[in-house]
């Protein structure tokens, strides 16, 4: 039972090491010149590989991209 155990867990993160080396994720926050957040903020991520990407700012001016392919260069 052990052994099963140590075999499941160690192919989980295997898995998961895997499947982290094919997405990357962009996070950020927009601010005004005094440092205050903006919200509903357009923000687009340009690639000549993918097409473009647009997010609007959260409330509190934050932004995230998640599950973006690695870059092809």
Same mark, same amino acid.
Not at 25 to 50: C, H, K, M, R, W
């Given at each position: 039972?052990?052994?099963?155990?140590?075999? @499941?867990?160690?192919?989980?993160?295997?898995?998961?090491?895997?499947?982290?080396?094919?997405?990357g994720?962009?996070?950020?926050?927009?601010?005004?010149?005094?440092? @205050?957040?903006?919200?509903?903020?357009?923000v #687009?991520? #340009?690639?000549?590989?993918?097409? @473009?990407? #647009?997010?609007?700012?959260?409330?509190?001016?934050?932004?995230?991209?998640?599950?973006?392919?690695? @870059?092809?260069?």
């Amino acid at each position: 039972m052990k052994k099963t155990f140590a075999i @499941a867990i160690s192919l989980m993160f295997l898995v998961i090491w895997v499947y982290s080396q094919e997405y990357g994720n962009i996070y950020g926050t927009v601010n005004d010149e005094e440092g @205050a957040p903006l919200p509903g903020v357009s923000v #687009t991520l #340009t690639s000549q590989f993918y097409p @473009a990407k #647009t997010v609007i700012t959260s409330e509190a001016g934050g932004f995230r991209f998640p599950r973006l392919p690695i @870059a092809k260069d």
